[in-house]
């Protein structure tokens, strides 16, 4: 097994990455008329951050946990929002489920399409928060990461639209910062830094589960993974 995918924090490529993310940060912050979606077209531009692309999937430990608590049936279609490379919705796949990933970046939809070929996945440019989709449109619907990059509104919209298209279950991969207030600041301190979120402090000031509730997303369970830096929230609809 890689070194990268054993200890992907340890690697040359991932600090690369770091020291990309606060430049890249640093510019759009001088660019105030950026929205977040420019941030994150950029960032995710292989002609302009190339050290974004991950060789193996940092977050691997996460994807069957997120596949057991979304408990999905023989038979169920998932939507896996913002998917990034796809990992989570080729976990759904692997599990025998019918998964469509969505992003807002074409850049990795085209990598999530390069990189995965089962039979059972599907790709699209969406935005989570206008999704094309009808209602009760898929059995489950999972986010991975991908809420603390958008303004806390934009977040209310998009778990709305999960509300909308999902027949049974939302499932919601977010950090999650210690209670410990100390720990707390060092956490959002740290994921500033190196996060490639510009509204990770916002996010994580925010109450998530009250806003899980504006939705109508009924919280079923929750608990903390990945050394307690993350959570996965699981809501019936």
């Known amino acids: 097994m890689s070194i990268s995918r054993l200890f992907p924090f340890l690697t040359l490529r991932f600090w690369r990455l770091v020291a990309q993310t606060i430049w890249i940060k640093w510019q759009s912050r001088s660019q105030r008329q950026r929205t977040y979606t420019d941030h994150l077209v950029r960032f995710y531009a292989r002609s302009q951050n190339p050290w974004w692309e991950p060789i193996d999937d940092k977050w691997q430990q996460i994807r069957p946990l997120v596949v057991h608590m979304a408990d999905p049936r023989p038979g169920d279609t998932v939507l896996d929002v913002a998917t990034g490379v796809g990992y989570q919705a080729a976990a759904f796949a692997a599990a025998g489920h019918r998964a ?138």
């Open 100 to 237: 469509v990933g969505i992003d807002y970046v074409l850049d990795r939809i085209r990598v999530a399409t390069a990189r995965h070929s089962n039979p059972r996945l599907s790709w699209a440019v969406a935005d989570a928060s206008h999704l094309p989709a009808r209602e009760d449109a898929f059995d489950i619907v999972s986010i991975s990461l991908a809420l603390h990059d958008m303004p806390v509104a934009v977040i209310r919209e998009a778990l709305i639209e999960f509300h909308r298209v999902a027949r049974r279950r939302v499932v919601v991969v977010e950090p999650c910062a210690p209670r410990n207030a100390l720990l707390k600041h060092l956490y959002i301190w740290v994921a500033m830094l190196v996060d490639e979120s510009m509204l990770i402090r916002d996010y994580l000031f925010c109450d998530l589960k009250a806003l899980l509730k504006e939705a109508r997303l009924n919280l079923v369970t929750w608990q903390r993974c990945f050394y307690g830096f993350l959570a996965v929230y699981v809501c019936e609809c």
